[in-house]
């Protein structure tokens, strides 16, 4: 028995994986596939509209990671071109574009790289569509951290981290995320805390707003 989305994804050629755009597309294309029919799609669109992503299909997890081994299969050893895609896939800032991002991301090998080059990665994209749309939802910052855990990969290092939560709200945005998620086990720093608790957030901002305090009284005595 054939399996709809294998067979799609196996129509790409050699070819097309040197053209962006043309993988681009072919992506697109692959994340209906297997997604139950229309009944949720005028729901999935009221979801993604109000979040700020381009387009929202309600692809499962589960074939979004499909496609993500995918793409790291057939494209092993073109690390220059993933990063590439990856910039694509939050210019065109389809819901199911961004969780393909963090997936690839997360599991794009080291090589002789900076072992810091994965956080340096999420700090440009996030400051480029921030600078060029405005707000990102906090979702989008959150799977690309949580992802990135999952694959075992370093936490966001301290002089990194320090740096953003001094920066402009969509860079505290992310460094508070990112300090919620190192921070579950050991100690913060003064020089995290003080910028921390320095921070200006929006007003709106509840959520953001909860994990600071909640880091901030978590090392009250």
Do not use: C
Not at 125 to 133: E, G, N
Not at 145 to 151: L, V
Not at 165 to 194: K, P, Y
């Amino acid at each position: 028995m054939t399996d709809p989305l294998d067979d799609h994804l196996e129509q790409v050629t050699p070819k097309m994986l040197k053209r962006p755009k043309r993988l681009m597309k072919h992506l697109r294309e692959a994340y209906p596939i297997g997604v139950p029919a229309l009944a949720m799609k005028s729901t999935t669109d009221r979801i993604g509209a109000h979040a700020g992503y381009s387009f929202h299909l309600g692809t499962p997890e589960p074939e979004l990671q499909r496609i993500a081994s995918w793409t790291l299969t057939r494209m092993e050893g073109m690390d220059e071109a993933i990063e590439t895609l990856i910039g694509r896939l939050w210019l065109r800032f389809g819901r199911e574009d961004l969780v393909l991002s963090s997936l690839l991301l997360a599991n794009l090998s080291d090589a002789d790289r900076n072992p810091e080059w994965r956080w340096l990665t999420l700090v440009d994209l996030v400051k480029h569509r921030r600078k060029k749309f405005g707000s990102i939802p906090l979702e989008v910052m959150l799977l690309h951290i949580e992802e990135m855990t999952r694959a075992g990969r370093m936490e966001i290092p301290l002089n990194l981290l320090e740096r953003i939560l001094n920066d402009d709200d969509s860079m505290q945005a992310l460094g508070i995320l990112a300090a919620h998620r190192r921070f579950r086990e050991e100690g913060i720093s003064e020089h995290i805390l003080l910028a921390l608790n320095n921070s200006n957030l929006p007003e709106g901002d509840g959520l953001l707003r909860r994990i600071r305090d909640g880091l901030l009284s978590s090392t009250e005595a």
